[in-house]
């Protein structure tokens, strides 16, 4: 079921709260997950169980200050079949929660995933002086859709975003290509989805020709920004000199790790005692070379977390923002993450049911592998 | 048997024009079977190629057989070892026509018939066996 | 670069490769010393973190060894490994990393020659290219 | 020039602080190093001296010592002893290879008190002596093997072997030749089988054979004592009409699930009498007689089927299809026809499997040119024997199928999808010139003066009898033409053959009465997809692999699977079952423990950093390890994990660990040079 | 009506006239239209197959590139003229070859602009228009003419690169005759090799090779041959005074044409051997 949804008051917004209150007041949701207003204005995110409270969710709020995936990771570990919990989330969350769920992190019964538009966000982190007084700035935001592509003051994860559409949900509810002050769009991908549809009046209709070439071109746009961002990347950091130039602040602070919603270890392997070295040992490696940087083990740490989550990696660019050394991770992992995933033809988040790359395999498959 | 350089030379230009290798063949015979024209081929295919394998290409560059297959490609479909015949006699072929040496002279082609014969016969039974 | 000798670390699954380097001995076939040899289970059990490990700290090679597709002892760790090593190297490239220190090579118990002759032709390469250059520019 | 361990010596720190172990471990590792000569082999170059002297200095080495066979009796006594005298809880022994000596010199460790496990090979033979000239490359080599070995010896943990019971029941899959000698053989020896059959009738192709070569015993009379015993085994259980539904467990206790198929007749009740067969209008292909006649939808396979009883091709029955007829209920004097009659499902549980799933031919409809199809008169090898068989559609008498003419004049054609890496299967099938042979011998036997023409590439005759046989046939007049047959064609009612003679090098044109394909054996379908679902390897053609081609050749890679018959490979009647007897060899060999011991270096989960993503679970080749989704944790079968350590370099985090090949002991290793 | 772009090759304006007149009509009876490419030029005859001999294939080349500026499919009736152009094609087009397919195309002034995919006219019937559209069509059917199909070497082989049908039991005019109302007999020549242009200097070798396609198809019981390839005909049809007794052979186009309801004079069967018209008056089909 898919079709538009009128817009009251040229309130987008409040429109989408009017669908929250329905779902909680009716017991189609227990609780909704969304981004939210906190009362001293700063961006976060709130579950809300009471439609009474819903006056500071803020659904179209363009900032991020986490992946809400690692929120859907710590509320739905397990299986809950009592609770029916509405994720109202962005793309880059969605293909992490999906992600995750393919590595049973994130148990999918109780959960239903509804995914928003968005074009692009600003750090949280200071988002309350961008947004300023302007109680009306989400809907003005989304109303002036023409800087979407370009906005350098964006997330630098969303400036390389190219699926500012959800790949996978229950419901979608879209506004790009259309005019938000007169009509949503809502798409219902699955039967959880069409519950939450019953009754909602929507113009049914198939995805007006105008929206599909404004995400594209969005799209379009975006990956172009991208392949020039990975052009002077190339520049800075190819090589293992430069590559080692690069990283050279790195504080060995695992932030980075932290707040990487698909790096779901509860330990890291590389807190584990494999690192834990005695005096002698570390006598031993730096009398083979002279001099040992310290700490010592800060490029192979990057190395092998990218051989460990390349092929989950949504992309969202969460590790650069919470980097405290400001190191280039969102256009680096782009990169390398992308070529990886294109190697296995993987998109991660794309789908529930393609296998993670390294769980399966073809006995036909790069054949050149091994055979030099 | 005793290989001469000119021999060896000639297999090497031959397997690089047809793109087969000789020694893929392992003489079962089925392209001799299955030649429409088998009977008339001297050397018929398999017999060809087992020169070839023997370093005897000067005799088959010599011989007949090279210009009576037609290309049906009935023996390269149904060889059990893929070599295809029909390419490695185009290339003995083209071995001679390039020495400027044609088989046959349009001039020397006569007869009543060839009023009703299709043109396409006349291209390219020239095109196969003329300079 | 006279004086320099590559240094490898190779990993062998203790089916395929590591017998084949044991027939290479049987047969006495001479191949440079400069390998140090890894016995593991399964070509499917070297991690990239063993590999990184090595090349960070100066290898200047990495060798894995494994049976060839098809024939894994444990029916299908070779696949995966050549999964691992597809990402692997494609890491590598993306950051201008040269992926050909890196060798994974299918090599059966039968192929002692083919073991002598990769690691001869391994250390050449590596002889060739020079010293690895991520020992010393990721130190101080 | 010595290597930088040896430097380390003016920085050593105090002893209480020195240690490259495993800081978990609170002991601090007295490893002894015993360097082997192994004669000259070694110590011919490899300074042993200096090999002592730097390996002495490398942390955690209390002793070294050296001996001309560490191997020898003296040799191990060295070891045992200076165990105790010098209070060693690691040993290296730096010899050749662990494939020839690891258990000697660990069972030589357990006599001293040490735990086997902590005792490890330094191959300095193999892959150190023996391949390198220069003496002071091979004295390094040789000492930064010792040192990668330390660097291992001080992760071990000590391990006790894994013991697992055994249920001495075995599981024999198909019950042709080589599985009914299999059963037998175990079953003979006292041990329960049961024998898994998916026609229902056991004897398999060796049922539809005439006579067989080289001596040309009556297939059936051979056969029938066979299958008459296995039948009214005591310790045979057998299922008929049956197939493997799946298979869980490990070696010593599978359990196996059996599909019964609907046979629509009760087997208890039934007395075999046949009336029901002789009344039955429904028709249908008949399997065994490959096509030569039609079939009844009720059916027994053949006249001496064991059991003899029938059932129904529910897909021919005008009774299950359309609702009428019901002849058989009507005519069946006890009452034993069940048209209600469905699939059930029986579990058995048994510690070993012996797989035999046999051959089928080659589908020569793929071999185009050949005709078959469309010239009724051309028939494959195993139609063949059966217008041969006494028991067959035409008792024994050769008349070809289009018009019941006997033929006059048959060709043979060999390699028919045999040696053919473009249309048919690139391999040779191995039987096909001997039974080729023997199918023209019988023929010139039914008819005196008929002519039989053999096409071939070449005779194979490697067996004993074989070239003999051979002779006997060309000496009986039958003409071999050497050249593979290219076209097969009709004309009239006559079929033609284009062949060639490579000998004579020219094209030839046969003209026959019949045409006989020796098509090329190829794996049971139905045994490849079992074996697939069996995980159990199998080649690029689907016959199943042996765990090693010259020493274990009835084993499989799967621990507790045991392969016979042509399912592995094809192969004669004398071969299948001189196989089947080595499979059940094997079985009976397992059977004569109580446990089962299984190598102890298996993977383990810490269970405090496992998160249960399943990473391990998707990656184990063996089912071995699961994710209890509840807690979201992974646990390891261990009597399942063959130990390749594929899940712990699958984990992520370090939860999964391989035994004594834990990443920090590798971690390390990878970092000697 | 569906336009396709249509080349005819050197023989269909000649001898083989009677193959293409009725084509182009039949077509237009069975919906859709033949647009001859302009200035097309020889096909070249026969494909050389030696690896390097790049010159032999300018003149392909420069149809397909043609035909590419026209859109991206090129209909061909003559057999030697689909053989040897879907060939080049695939030299052109195949991965890998893209060296020497850049080479190829700059012999040429003609920009090759997309690749361009050659089909029979057997295979346009079959693929684009469909037997039941076709079965609609047919006004007289052929009433049970029992016709064997001919297909000869050229359009079945090489198989990997015609992907034409199965090369050694071809069914695609067999279909079509079915349609049409005809009984195809079973024929174990279909694809055999009539001898070919061998017909020019090698009469004798000619003569016997298609003595043993006339012959296995009369032992099936054919009343007729169809086929599609001028030179088979021409072996078939004009030499078979070689064998004993006379069976007509036809362009499967001629049966069509008669079968959607062209007027007999539309059929060019004056340019068959033999009294096609007496034949067909016989059978009650004219």
Known sequence: MKGTLKVDAKDPEGTIRGLFARWLKEDRLSAILTPAYSASGTATMALVSNPEKLAAAAPLMPAMGVNSASIVAEIARESSPNAKVGLFLRSCELRAVVELMKLKQVMPDSLVLIGVDCPGTYKAAGFRNVRGKDADFDNKHVREQLGFAGNVDFRMGCQMCEYPKPLVYDLNVGFIGLDPDKELWVEAATDKGKALLEGVEVNESEEPAGRKAALADLSAKRKAGTARRIEELDKAMLGPEKLAQYFSDCLNCHNCMNVCPVCYCRECFFDSDTFQRDISEHVRVSLRKGVTRMPSETLLFHLTRMNHMMTSCVQCGICEDSCPVTIGLATLFKKVSQNAQQAFEYVSGRSLEEPLPLTTFRETEFLKVGEE | MATSRSSTELLEQIEKLSGQTVSDCYQCGCCTSGCPIGEAMDPPPSKAVRLLQLGEAPELLDSDGIWMCASCLVCGTRCPRAVDYARIAEACRVLVLRSKQSRVDPDTVTGPELEEIPQQAFIAAFRKSSV | MADYEPKIVGFLCNWCTYAGADLAGTSRMQYPPNMRPIRVMCSGAVDSVYILRALLEGADGVFMGGCHPGDCHYVSGNYKARRRMVLFNSVMQSLGLESDRVWLRWISAAEGRKFADTITEMTEHLQKKGPSPFKEKWEV | MPNDECRLTGTQPPADAQSTIDNRQSKIPRVGVFVCHCGINIAGVVKIPELLERVGTMSGVVVTKDYKYCCSDPGQQMIRDSIKSDKLDRVIVACCSPTLHETTFRNACGEAGLNPYLCEIANIREQCAWVTADKDEATTKACGIVRTTLTKVVHDQPLEALTVPINKRALVVGAGIAGIQAALDIANAGYEVVLVEKEPSIGGHMAQLSETFPTLDCSQCI???????????????????????????????????????????????????????????????????????????????????????????????????????????????????????TDKFVEEEVGAIVLATGYELFDATKLGSYGVGRVPDVIDGLAFERLLSASGPTSGDVKRPSDGKVPKKIVFVQCAGSRDSTTGMPYCSKICCMYTAKQAILYRHRVHDGQATICYIDVRTPGKGFEEFYKRATDDGIQYLRGKVSKIFREGDKVMVWASDTLAGRKVELEADMVVLATAVVANPDGVALARKLKTQIDAHGFMTEAHPKLRPVETLTAGFFLAGCGQGPKDIPETVAQASAAAAKVLAMFGNTRLTHSPTTAEVDEEICVGCGYCERTCAYDAVKVDPARKKAAVNAALCEGCGACAVACPSGAMTHKNFTKKAIFEMADQF | MTKYTYYPGCTLYTKARNLDICARKAAEKVGFELVEMPSWNCCGAIYNAASDDLAAQVGPVRNLAKASQLGDKLVTLCAACHNVLKRVQNRLDQPGNEVESERLKTFVDEKYERPVKVLHYLEVLKQEIGWDNIKEKVTKPLGGLKVASYYGCLIVRPKEVLEFDDPENPQVMDDLMRVLGAAPTRFDFKAECCGGYLVVNRRDVAKSASKKILDNAKAWGAEAIVTTCPLCQYNLDKLRAVTDGSIPVFYFTQLLGLAVGLAQDELGLEHNAGDPVGFLKSKGLL
């Open chain 4, 223 to 341: 056969l029938t004592p066979r299958t008459v015993e296995t039948g009214r085994h005591p310790k045979i259980r057998l299922m008929t009409y049956s197939e493997i539904d799946s298979v869980s467990g490990y070696v010593g206790n599978f359990k196996v699930k059996v599909r019964q198929k609907a046979r629509y007749v009760d087997f208890k009740t039934c007395t075999g009498c046949g009336a029901c067969l002789e009344k039955c209008p429904g028709r249908t292909e008949s399997w065994f007689e490959r096509g030569l006649v039609r079939g009844k939808a009720i059916y027994r396979l053949l006249p001496q089927a064991v059991p003899n009883r029938p059932v129904i091709d529910a897909k021919a029955c005008i009774y299950l299809t359309k609702g009428k007829c019901g002849v058989c209920a009507k005519v069946c004097p006890t009452g034993a026809i069940r048209y209600d009659d």
